[in-house]
């Protein structure tokens, strides 16, 4: 059973940072990322590392958000920068042991851009 650990959402002022981790219990992955779902929207793609360091972005965030990992420890983050009230979401790790194979969720974390 794979488990994902978040921390790092909060309240920012517009313009902002805010830096989301997310800790897989010991298996390696496939690759690892972060969706985000805002309320009485759908849950959408934000960015995605794989192993092999490949990444992309949700085009509203390309160049604000950096995706990051630490193989050793099995962590991705998710650092943004120059944050918009409309980034305000729920952020939702995600996880893939393989390129074909379920998709595993953390329990996500809050992040609100308001002034």
């Known amino acids: 059973q794979v488990q994902l650990v978040e921390s790092g959402g909060g309240l920012v002022q517009p313009g902002g940072s805010l830096r989301l981790s997310c800790t897989a219990s010991?298996?390696?992955?496939?690759?690892m990322g972060w969706h985000r779902q805002a309320p009485g929207k759908q849950r959408e793609l934000v960015a995605f590392i794989t192993s092999g360091g490949s990444s992309n972005y949700a085009d509203s965030v390309e160049g604000r958000f950096t995706i990051s990992k630490d193989s050793a420890k099995n962590t991705v983050y998710l650092q943004m920068d120059s944050l918009k009230p409309e980034d305000t979401a729920g952020y939702y790790c995600n996880a893939k042991i393989a390129v074909v194979g379920p998709t595993y969720w953390g329990q996500g974390t809050q992040g609100a851009v308001s002034s």
């Open positions: 010991g298996i390696i992955m496939y690759g």
